[in-house]
């Protein structure tokens, strides 16, 4: 769809110029977008699914030999309770792992992103999501593509800013709610990063929270992306595209007792990136309203407002 009643859907193989339009005024409005025809096979998907759910059905001391004390949970395993969004003082009702880049060794990036550490226990845990890291980022690009030409900038600006970039795939493991003490599976939070691609948001749960302040579900088809902008693209473009506010809500009932799995890739600049206002983003309605910041400085400063680092 192409109006502001409702997040669009947008397919990758649209026109670029049409694709432009649509996701860059679902962008504005919410901060979210459907994608389809994203090009990530779904025999790969639902062999990451399946090794998703193998290693969080691992013993709970199996899983903890992953945590990486120290390491900000920027790879491994977080264990549940662990993060709580920015400003809120009760814990998530999640678990998850992290899978960053894989880097050669003596690269000189390696100072901001650690190796990867790999479960022992599920075959084919590496290949499987090394594959599924490489094929978000090109799904990524191609989004990013589309909101270059949004923003009336070449359609290859965004490439040199996401070159090695700090990008993480995250598996997530909501277990069923026991007694949620006030907590909830993913209280009210802003992204950091530049885009996120989340795969697995079929289940009722996820929700926006728009302008109008009111919560609006985020509802993709099967096997379609739910993308939404994050605080570094957010602060690139003056908030001209919008990070918004979102939860993952406790859901009642018979969902309550099950498990609900995700997978988002928060694709990231380069940490050396200097995030400074785009020029044509600002003028006398919208003045500048952010200070030039290093991504790497940038992340490091919200993982502090997280209690992951």
């Known amino acids: 769809m192409n109006d502001l009643s ?9 026109p670029a110029e049409q694709l432009a339009q649509k996701l860059g005024q679902s962008f504005a409005q919410y901060g979210f977008a459907i994608v389809t025809d994203h090009g990530i096979d779904q025999a790969l998907i639902t062999r990451a699914e399946e090794a998703s759910r193998a290693f969080f059905a691992l013993p709970e001391d199996t899983k903890r030999a992953y945590f990486i004390e120290g390491g900000g949970g920027a790879r491994g395993y977080t264990p549940f309770r662990t993060e709580r969004a920015k400003g809120a003082s009760i814990t998530d009702l999640k678990e998850f792992w992290h899978v960053g880049r894989t880097l050669p060794d003596g690269d000189p990036l390696e100072e901001f992103m650690p190796a990867n550490v790999w479960p022992a226990e599920i075959e084919e845990f590496r290949d499987i999501f090394e594959t599924l890291y490489d ?32 990008s993480v795939m995250r598996l997530l493991h909501y277990p069923p709610i026991d007694d949620s003490e006030g907590a909830v599976r993913a209280a009210p939070h802003g992204d950091i990063n530049t885009i ?26 099967p096997g379609a992306l739910a993308v939404n902008i994050g605080d570094m693209l957010s602060r690139l473009t003056n908030d001209r595209l919008r990070s918004t506010i979102h939860q993952v809500r406790n859901p009642v009932g018979d969902a309550a007792r099950r498990s609900r799995y995700s997978m988002p890739f928060f ?13 044509n983003c600002v003028d006398a309605q919208h003045p500048e309203k952010y200070e030039p910041i290093t991504a790497h400085d940038f992340l490091m400063q919200r993982l502090r407002e997280i209690n992951l680092a």
């Open 267 to 279: 694709l990231h600049f380069r940490p050396d990136f200097t995030i400074r206002t785009l020029e």
């Open 135 to 166: 094929a978000f980022e090109i799904a990524g690009r191609r989004i990013l593509s589309a909101i270059a030409l949004h923003l009336d900038l070449p359609a290859d600006w965004f490439d040199a800013t996401v070159e090695h970039g700090n």
């Open 196 to 221: 996120t691609l989340l795969l697995g948001a079929e289940e009722a749960g996820l929700e926006l929270l728009s302008r109008d302040e009111e919560w609006i579900p985020v509802s993709p088809p």
């Open 6 to 14: 409702t997040i669009a859907t947008a397919s990758l193989n649209e």
